[in-house]
């Protein structure tokens, strides 16, 4: 299990964090829009002018490996790779 705490826009922390646990170049990866929205998850725990961060966590499927992130800004990797089948 893996976790990471940022300053850094969630999106990038997050390839980031899962490259460096598979010992890949991020550009490796598959982007990260395929599975979610990179930017409405940057700004999903942004503070603003008009409201404090909002407090609670997102979990998803990315790059064989479950992905919570927290409102704090840490990126935690919840397993190990998983195994994606191939079709027949």
Known sequence: ???TATHQP?????VETI??????DPLA???LYEVIDP?????????????PRSDGKIT??????TVVVNSDGTVR?????TSVE???
Do not use: K
Not at 39 to 51: C, Y
């Open 39 to 51: 930017d409405a998850l940057d700004s999903l725990f942004t503070e603003t002018n008009r409201s």
């Open 19 to 24: 490259a460096e646990n598979e010992d890949v």
């Open 29 to 31: 990866l598959d982007p």
């Open 10 to 14: 969630l999106s990038q922390a997050i």
């Open 1 to 3: 299990m893996s976790s």
């Open 77 to 81: 990797l919840a397993d190990e790779p």
């Open 60 to 65: 998803f499927e990315y790059a064989g490996h």
């Open 86 to 88: 191939e079709p027949l």
